[in-house]
């Protein structure tokens, strides 16, 4: 080796030409592979766009398409659950979650009695139709956030501040995730509202002392009608039913006393209906059949002739 140039091995143009014929085919062939097949996972589908025009959409599992980006591959996960945060910010969840500094602009709402509350609430969404997710929406994200806003301060502003806090909360979630679905199908988005749920609604932090004063004394009226309503189902009811019971008692007498009466009546018609077909016969028969009832209950029994006379001292019939 020269002691003032380095050595530089020498290469013959025909070995490079053998070298690069068997090494360039293997690029070609990985290539090929690499752009060929494409893995769909279980919780998407895969949408296929041929020089930039969707074609198809595929299941999951290995599938095949055009290569050197003839066709190209996009996997949206349809089968996740995606949720929006409105008025607040999650950042980090778990036993002991932490949130972020309030969106007030996003929370601060009137309601239908002119009153101001301070709203939280959650999205929750899912990717129905992947093709028109991807490609009939710029920022499905953005249009998610602005409908929901628009959505949730209508059917706030229809509402007394009472109701937003406790009485209409469910009809609010099930109003919201309705009209939600309703313009973004309008829009065809191709996503599904999977629920809308109120989170924290409070008043503002200036009103709020004066607001729990409120809830406070409604709650005593609540305690006190619900104490008022508990006597009077206790009493009225067990009222109503004794007076009904002495009502059915009277009833039930006067009823028994009428059947009675009118039997005794038949009776009576009955019996005089047959005395007057033949009295003597009649007459007879009753006057044996008391006899029957009477002569048993007598101690001694005398029979004496019509015709005899002065027998009563005879029979001493003082005798006990």
Not at 132 to 150: A, C, G, M, Q, T
Request: charged share 30%; with cysteine; aromatic share 8%.
């Amino acid at each position: 080796m020269n002691g003032d140039k380095p050595y530089i091995p020498q290469v013959s143009p025909q070995k490079i030409l053998k070298t690069a014929a068997w090494v360039i085919p293997i690029v070609v062939v990985l290539a090929l592979l690499s752009t060929t097949f494409y893995m769909v996972s279980t919780d998407s589908k895969g949408v296929v766009q041929q020089f930039g025009k969707f074609v198809r959409i595929t299941e999951p599992g290995l599938h095949l398409k055009l290569p050197f980006g003839i066709e190209k591959v996009r996997i949206p996960q349809v089968e996740r659950i995606f949720k929006e945060e409105f008025g607040f910010s999650t950042l980090q969840a778990g036993i002991k979650s932490t949130y972020g500094k309030k969106k007030l602009d996003e929370s601060l709402m009137l309601c239908g009695d002119l009153s101001v509350a301070e709203v939280e609430w959650i999205v929750q969404y899912k990717i129905r139709e992947p093709d028109k997710y991807l490609f009939n929406v710029r920022n499905p994200k953005k249009v998610i956030r602005d409908v929901s806003e628009s959505v949730m301060r209508m059917v706030v502003g229809d509402s007394s501040v009472d109701e937003v806090l406790t009485a209409r909360r469910i009809e609010i979630n099930i109003e919201a995730e309705q009209e939600m679905q309703h313009i973004l199908d309008s829009y065809d988005t191709g996503i599904q509202v999977v629920t809308v749920k109120l989170q924290d609604v409070n008043p503002p932090e200036p009103v709020k002392p004066a607001f729990n004063e409120v809830n406070a004394s409604q709650q005593d009226k609540e305690k006190l009608i619900n104490k008022a309503k508990e006597e009077y189902n206790r009493v009225i009811p067990k009222a109503r039913g004794q007076a009904l019971q002495m009502v059915k008692q009277a009833d039930g007498y006067a009823i028994n006393r009428t059947n009675t009466a009118q039997g005794d009546a038949s009776r009576f018609n009955q019996i005089w209906a047959e005395y007057d077909k033949n009295k003597d016969v009649t007459r007879r028969r009753l006057y044996l059949e008391s006899l029957g009832k009477v002569l048993p209950k007598l101690e001694k029994k005398y029979i004496i002739d019509e015709d005899v006379k002065g027998l009563l001292p005879i029979m001493n019939i003082t005798e006990k």
